[in-house]
């Protein structure tokens, strides 16, 4: 007995091409037949899992119960969460309400095992959908091989698991179904996106104009498909494959895009004019950074913004930080020293001699760990003139430390006055080199790798 | 009653002050000190009320922007999957960030049906621990009604009980109460860790659709270093906007002003301490706060210390101090000024009277104190005119009100290089400039300026109306031309003035008036605050006691109690031998720590313990020898004295050696 077309043609249409794996769900989840104890649908981020699984199953008014992993804070929280999630889908399906008296609390797998078979006693059926199960925080090890077992301790239980990437007998059971949902292809993605073009006009056209909504709607919808495959054949191919990130490429360019027939230069199907007027935007990747505040895309029109400027000595104390992280203790005598003439001879003549060991050049290795006297005497030691030596510079350390430009090494509740204790910067040669130059320190002058 | 296990206590009725109450000494010049306590409240009261305004009203702007933004998230909610979020750049100063969260605080929670959570990273090592905080704090929830696996019993719910850091918790309240969002500040968003930041998100981002939220992070460094610190599927997540909070230095400006500029102010900050602070507050630490205890610290030493201060107290009679205070102003440097001033202009017999009539002097110093104040407040006002014409002539740089009123109030600004080229590019300035000059100096409400510019800017603007061009002064480089002529083969320059229009010989005539009048009111406001009589009294410019409140040694204090301990003891037998031989400071009488202190001064990184104890053996022991013991013991104290204070541990390279971990004078 096959599915009933009529729930599959809608299922079809709310999310197009996925028709074979609605078919195959169809078929495992309706009220004729039995269903498998245990599923695994896998399939890479953004094809359509879980929002497939969740329409047919709402669509064969089957009673499921739908956990999130990404909202499950400990595998306690989950197994919490599992038994309230199907003692809500239970109390939706029937009439009568389950008394929650006994399944106040479920501290293991074993709870949540017996809690289950008791609730499923006189009840005909429940699918439970563990979403994203893979990216439990602080699952035990045990979690998904004991609840792949579910399905078969509790015959009338059948749990599907919806997850990235399965790997090899993770579920510790053989013969587990699997379905996989396939990354969309080129075409399905673009008509996918067509079905929802955004319009080419914001404000509501004057009634003076010749144009009505419908047309400004029909010429919107053929713009954006044109629009769409020229944005997966340029950008979306390469950096933004999957369907969320190819939309929201897609709707960050669009109203540059468009910009030009706004103004009246085109018209709104002059589409290859319009993509050589604007192949500037293709070219770029500022589209697929992403950045909290967004930026404006293709115009590089920059604000004046307030600049909040360190205090004088704490630029100094951050300079010396990096020399000291970033220079080796032995050298600090030749490089800090007043009273000596600086020694350091340039090796000339040497370029024909290889060194013998090639090493990493020491600046783009991590920064390493110094005592705070050796900061202080460098401070000293860079500063044009002399420094009383006053708690503001102790303070200074300390607030340059919740900055997190320095941070503590060594234990995490060690204490800050044991003189043991260890700082290491945490910033790059660039932060610091415009630092030191804004209070004229060439940084490159002190650095043992020379800054290059 | 101390062999009584328990008792009740019963507090003493009679209400005299406990006897061990340190005693005033009310003579002398101690019997001011009421008074003087009573101006201190009554001043420093007004000056706090007036500061208080303008830290409330800076940050206006900023806030009415975030609450907007609050408020337009809060509506927007729907459809979009991504969480709100405002970036608020503070600044490094972290000091001050409490005062504008707690203010922005009160604003979002006074303006809309919004829940405000505040996080910091010290009460959040996990996400456990900030969930539960957030949820804690949101929903006010005492934390009695935990057990101790951390399940929440709510009586409003049945069946399977919450965990403590469950957000259907929040989601309930939130159904609950029906607010419309809920805010939540990470005040310090540097000190929290990347990945619990992105953890964050994540959870939120997966109830986003349940509950409204908003997230707000201050940040003290920049937008990039914080973008950084995320993976890009987290700011995926997120999208905000940037909000800048009004730079430190800018407030710090209003604020100093603030405590000088006013009529009612009585007491200003000299300017050597003015000078000093406002550096501090550039080279070390950037905090208002700071800056507004130093403030109030400079008017308690004034009033606390300095007995003449009571001068400025408002309605004082001579009867209310005594003849001491009288002493003291004759004491006073400005007042041997005064004399000498006196004695310059050849009036003895007032100086007589001042010098032996002690009721004659108070009656001059009241009135000086009067004639000072409007001197300073006349002052004030000229370099508001000094800054208001310079912010009018574009092209000079601008130099702060503060720095303005340090010159001023040395009395350097009189006269200075500064002031003359202001003048001169008054002189070349043309119409436009002028009027737009008068108006805004008109429009500012500055009392006493002088009257004759109004009757100028009435005849510019006749002037004006009658041409259409601006018109320019005879001493505009403009109306010169150089005139190059050849005279023997050599090259002579001269500059040559072109013939001027009669608007334009009318408009030069009006400006000479303007800048003349505007030259004698410059010398009537800056002249005679230099070298005012009193101005001890009317200013407070002491920097030591700042100095060692504000930037204390705490390093060198330690070290120079190690390394010489008679600095701080005071004591006879220590006397000698660091008098006597600079040199070797090191005497058996000093204390134990210092001694060894001081011979781990000499040492190098590494120290080998045995060498140590014989050398301090040989300091320390006396005249027996053999005993040992006592000089053991005191130096193992000495030594576990010296760990404790973080200068020596154990060292791992060699044994019995320790290993050397500061160095003095850093």
Known sequence: MLPDELILASVNEQYPCRELQIRQLSTLYNHAFPSPPSLVVHGSEATGKTSVVKAILEANKLPFAFVNSRECITGRHLLERTIAACLDALDASSDELIDRTPYVRCESISALSVHLQRLLEDHERLVLVFDAIDKQREAPPTLLPAMARFGEIIPNLSVIFIVALPRPRFLHTAGTPHLHFPPYSRDQSISILSTSPLPIFLEPIAEDIDYTEEEAEEDSAWLWTRYCAAIWDSIAKGAARDLVSFRGVCEKLWRPFVQPIIDGKFGTRDFSRLLIANRTLLQGEDALLESIVPKTVGGNQKLARVTHDLPYYSKYLLCAAYLASFNPPRQDQLYFMKNTERKRKKKGGAAGRAAKHRKIPRHLLNPSAFPLDRLLAILHAILP???????????????????????????????????????????????????????????????????? | MEHQKCYIYTPPTESEPPAKKRKVNESGLQASWRLREKTFQELWGQQEKRI????????????????????????????????????????????????????????????????????????????????????????????????????????????????????????????????????????????????????????????????????????????????????????????????????????????????????????????????????????????????????????????????????????????????????????????????????????????????????????????????????????????????????????????????????????????????????????????????????????????????????IQEDLESLAGSTEKTLRSEHDIRNETLRTTVVAQKVELSKQKSTLSKNDSAYSKLLATFQSTLEAFFEECFARVGDMFLSEVLMYDVRGPHRATFAPKTRFAVERALSAPHDYLGCECCKSSSKGGEEDGLSSTQPPTAILYQLYLESGTLINVHDLWNAFHAIVAEDDEDDQSKSMALFQRALAELKYLGLIKASRKKTDHIAKLTWKGL
Not at chain 2, 100 to 107: C, G, K, N, Y
Not at chain 2, 154 to 180: A, F, N, W
Not at chain 2, 237 to 264: H, R, S, Y
Request: proline share 3%.
């Open chain 1, 385 to 452: 003139h002399d420094l009383p030596p006053t708690a503001d510079i102790f303070t200074q350390i300390a607030t340059l430390s919740s900055l997190r430009l320095l941070l503590r090494t060594g234990a995490a509740g060690g204490d800050v006055l044991d003189a043991g204790c260890k700082w290491r910067v945490n910033f790059g040669w660039e932060y610091v080199s415009a630092l030191g130059r804004n209070v004229q320190l060439e940084m490159a002058d002190y650095l043992a790798s020379g800054g290059d």
């Open chain 2, 52 to 455: 208080q305004t303008v830290l409330d009203n800076a940050n206006q702007t900023t806030l009415t922007s975030i609450s907007n933004f609050v408020a337009k998230a809060a509506e927007q909610t729907e459809g979009s999957s991504k969480i709100p979020i405002g970036l608020i750049v503070a600044g490094p100063s972290i000091a001050s960030h409490g005062t504008f969260f707690s203010q922005l605080s009160d604003r979002i929670v006074g303006e809309s049906r919004t829940c405000f959570v505040s996080i910091s990273s010290s009460e959040c090592p996990n996400l456990k621990t900030l969930l539960s905080t957030l949820i804690k704090k949101a929903t006010a929830r005492r934390s009695l009604d935990e057990d101790d696996e951390g399940l929440i019993t709510t009586s409003s719910r049945k069946g399977p009980r919450l965990l403590s850091y469950d957000l259907q918790l929040l989601y309930d309240y939130v159904q609950e109460t029906g607010k419309v969002a809920v805010v939540i500040a990470f005040q310090d968003s540097e000190a929290f860790d990347g990945f619990l930041i992105s953890e964050v998100a994540s959870v939120l981002s997966a109830w986003k659709d349940r509950v409204p939220f908003v997230l707000l992070f201050g940040i003290g460094t920049s937008v990039e270093n914080f973008h950084d610190k995320l993976p890009r599927s987290t700011l995926r997540n997120l999208q905000g906007e940037q909000f800048d909070v009004v730079q430190a230095e800018e407030i710090l400006e209003k604020v100093f002003w603030t405590t000088v500029c006013d009529e009612d102010t009585s007491l200003r900050l000299g300017p050597s301490l003015a000078q000093m602070l406002l550096e501090a507050q550039k080279d070390h630490l950037q905090s208002v706060e700071a800056f507004v205890e130093a403030v109030k610290y400079a008017f308690m030493s004034h009033f606390f210390a300095n007995p003449v201060s009571v001068f400025l107290y408002a309605d004082l009679e001579f009867s209310e101090i005594n003849e001491d205070h009288i002493e003291a102003i004759r004491r006073l440097p400005s007042f041997r000024k005064l004399a000498e001033e006196l004695l310059a202009k050849n009036q003895p017999k007032e100086l007589r009277s001042l010098l032996e009539d002690d009721g004659a002097l108070f009656d001059f110093a009241v009135a000086s104190i009067t004639s000072g104040q409007q001197e300073l407040v006349r002052m004030i006002q000229g370099i508001q005119v000094v800054d208001l014409i310079r912010s009018c002539i574009s092209k000079t740089n601008r130099v702060s009100r503060s720095t303005l009123y340090v010159k001023a109030a040395s009395g350097e600004l009189h006269g200075s290089a500064s002031l003359r080229e202001l003048l001169l590019s008054v002189k070349k300035s043309p119409s436009d400039v002028l009027s737009n000059m008068l108006d805004v100096l008109i429009d500012s409400g500055i009392p006493n300026l002088p009257e004759a510019w109004v009757q």
